[in-house]
T-cell receptor, first 116, second 113 residues
Framework: DAGVTQSPTHLIKTRGQQVTLRCSPKSGHDTVSWYQQALGQGPQFIFQYYEEEERQRGNFPDRFSGHQFPNYSSELNVNALLLGDSALYLC???????????????FGQGTRLTVV | GENVEQHPSTLSVQEGDSAVIKCTYSDSASNYFPWYKQELGKRPQLIIDIRSNVGEKKDQRIAVTLNKTAKHFSLHITETQPEDSAVYFCAASQPNAGNMLTFGGGTRLMVKP
């Protein structure tokens, strides 16, 4: 089992550009969440996808959007990049059937995004 | 929304000593409290979790305690080893919130040999 896989591992973008990050959940998981982790801070919840729809959203602007595909993989898109968007972006997957009572979220290695 | 505070931000202990990290949360509806360990350049990994119907949970050298009345929970690591050195994050989630986790700011634990 490959666990949660994310691509790319590192990315450098210029202010104003757009970026797409990708995530494949752990086998058997159908719910994908995205987190932003700034240097030296805890991860902050961006949004969560289940059944190809956004189900929960944290306090992030509309520049952050996502998508989930029928195979449960997911994309995070960020438009009009700002310097402050530089961070580690983590994807976490969980099995939906247990999500309502709280269960382990399995994290990927993350994508390190640097905006210059 | 939920707010989780974590203390201390850094903790240095001698190998073999115990380490305690404390977290407080604001939303009394929160019912799931995981702890994650993140080594440098690696993914956060769950080390222990506790649900609100339990006051304490132990797994070998690691234990977590929960005080629902005071809205705080703590991680206890006994007989620390150099490989315990990492950043530890506490988190909380609410029922029917789709496992949306609110994390604390993290504690950098350094275990000196």
């Amino acid at each position: 089992d490959a666990g949660v896989t994310q691509s790319p591992t590192h990315l450098i973008k210029t202010r104003g550009q757009q970026v797409t990050l990708r995530c494949s959940p752990k086998s058997g998981h159908d719910t994908v969440s995205w987190y932003q982790q700034a240097l030296g801070q805890g991860p902050q919840f961006i949004f969560q996808y289940y059944e190809e729809e956004e189900r929960q959203r944290g306090n992030f602007p509309d520049r952050f959007s996502g998508h989930q595909f029928p195979n449960y993989s997911s994309e995070l898109n960020v438009n009009a990049l700002l310097l402050g968007d530089s961070a580690l972006y983590l994807c976490a997957s969980s099995p939906r059937t247990r999500v309502v009572v709280g269960t382990e979220a399995f994290f990927g290695q993350g994508t390190r995004l640097t905006v210059v | 929304g939920e707010n989780v505070e974590q203390h201390p931000s850094t903790l240095s202990v001698q190998e073999g000593d115990s380490a305690v990290i404390k977290c407080t949360y604001s939303d009394s509806a929160s019912n799931y409290f995981p702890w994650y360990k993140q080594e440098l350049g690696k993914r956060p990994q769950l080390i222990i979790d506790i649900r609100s119907n339990v006051g304490e949970k132990k797994d070998q050298r690691i234990a977590v305690t929960l005080n629902k009345t005071a809205k705080h929970f703590s991680l206890h690591i006994t007989e620390t080893q150099p490989e315990d050195s990492a950043v530890y994050f506490c988190a909380a989630s609410q029922p029917n919130a789709g496992n949306m986790l609110t994390f604390g700011g993290g504690t950098r634990l350094m275990v000196k040999p």
